[in-house]
């Protein structure tokens, strides 16, 4: 016998409904599709963490549905029934883990439940930020970048891109995010040497990306000029060959 089947109640719960990232200040809806059949329903209560925040009890006339303060997670009661429940605009303190516990009434008032966890995202109010470059380089030249972006929960992940490839991870400085007023500020940093393959092109486009979970893809863009970069492009070709050949490995180039 099903562990949902006993003295002749066929009570399931098979998952709760509750988006696991949602950007904050929006309404949410968690949905607890149980089937109940041989019995009445008693009750269908909702908790975050240990504590409960709305209850459903159709045969209390008064009381039919309550909801309980807690902190971060408001109830619209008239969008709420026994399977459905609708939160207002929620926040960051909306997060936690979200349980559904469904009771079948007299006489054998059995209960099962089952929970999932919500993040809510505070996203950047704006694009990430490119500091660092010039508008031209040369040979040789160093490029030394930081692409930041600004007060999220969590912080976001940051990429770089250059010419459409993504950077290669030596190329990266890593940051630790900078705590600002409870929210998050990310940096990720750029620095390489320009070299010769990098000379034979006439511009460098660099791009960073932010993006949190699914919620959240903003990107920025930027794009240098490379001086000389046609004006002895056959001798650096040949340049190029002879470095590399003598070095006897293969580079990866951008």
């Known amino acids: 016998m099903d562990d949902d089947q006993k003295e002749g109640v066929a009570l399931r719960l098979d998952e709760v409904r509750v988006p696991y990232h949602q950007v904050s200040g929006v309404r949410v809806r968690l949905e607890c599709p149980f089937i109940l059949e041989g ?10 963490g240990a504590h409960e925040f709305f209850r459903y009890v159709p045969a209390d006339t008064q ?15 008239t969008a709420s029934d026994a399977r459905v429940v609708e939160l207002l605009p929620v926040s960051l303190q909306s997060s936690g883990s979200y349980k559904c516990e469904v009771s079948a009434d007299n006489p054998s008032f059995y209960t099962t439940s ?6 809510v995202v505070e996203p950047p109010a704006e694009a990430p930020v490119i500091t660092g470059l010039k508008e031209r380089y040369g040979k040789d030249e160093y490029v030394n970048a930081t692409c930041i972006s600004y007060k999220s929960r969590p912080a976001a992940s940051l990429t770089w891109y250059i010419n459409q490839k993504q950077a290669p991870r030596h190329h990266l400085i890593q940051y630790a995010p900078r705590q600002e007023g409870g929210l998050e500020t990310a940096l990720l940093g750029i620095s390489f040497r320009l070299t010769l393959r990098h000379a034979m092109r006439s511009k460098l486009d660099f791009n960073c990306t932010a993006s949190i979970a699914a919620v959240y893809w903003r990107w920025s863009a930027h794009s240098a000029q490379v001086v000389g970069a046609h004006g002895d492009a056959a001798s650096s070709a040949l340049e190029s060959k002879v470095v590399l050949m003598k070095a006897d490995k293969t580079e990866t180039w951008i």
């Open 39 to 48: 019995e009445e329903l008693y009750s269908v209560k909702w908790y975050r």
């Open 63 to 77: 009381y039919r549905m309550q909801n309980f303060d807690l902190p971060g997670v408001k109830v619209d009661t």
């Open 114 to 119: 089952q929970s999932a966890n919500m993040l």
